[in-house]
Nanobody, 120 residues
C-alpha cells in the first residue's frame, strides 16, 4: 500500500523558513518523480516543485524559484521542501504527490497535506 505522510508545517513569520518532509512507502521511491503541490485558502491546486531523482532534475514554479529547494533522501524514502524567505502568499496546505506511471504530468497518490501559515 502506497503511503505519503507529510510533516513540518506550522506558523512562521514573513521572511522565515520551514522544511517540509514527506515520508513515502509502498513503492520503489527512486523510480518515480515526486512533487509538492499547494492549495491556498479559497483557491485551486498550484504545482510548486518536482524532483526527478533518477535523472537528478528539479523544477520550480516561478512563484517559488530561488526561495524553495526540493530534495530527496533515497535511503529514507523521503522528499523535502526547504522553504526560505516565506511570504504571506505562501500560506496554503502543502501536499506531496507521487508521479503516475500511466498518465504524463499526473499524480496517482497524494499525502494528507500539511498546513503552512505565514503571518506576523
Amino acid at each position: 500500500e502506497v503511503q505519503l505522510v507529510e510533516s513540518g508545517g506550522g506558523l512562521v513569520q514573513p521572511g522565515g523558513s520551514l522544511r517540509l518532509s514527506c515520508a513515502a512507502s509502498g513503492f520503489t521511491f527512486d523510480d518515480y518523480a515526486m512533487s509538492w503541490v499547494r492549495q491556498a485558502p479559497g483557491k485551486g491546486l498550484e504545482w510548486v516543485s518536482s524532483i526527478y531523482s533518477y535523472i537528478s532534475n528539479t523544477y520550480y514554479a516561478d512563484s517559488v524559484k530561488g526561495r524553495f529547494t526540493i530534495s530527496t533522501d533515497n535511503a529514507k524514502n523521503t522528499v523535502y521542501l526547504q522553504m526560505n524567505s516565506l511570504k504571506s502568499e505562501d500560506t496554503a496546505v502543502y501536499y506531496c504527490a507521487k508521479e503516475s506511471p500511466v498518465v504524463a504530468d499526473a499524480y496517482d497518490y497524494w499525502g494528507q497535506g500539511t498546513q503552512v501559515t505565514v503571518s506576523s
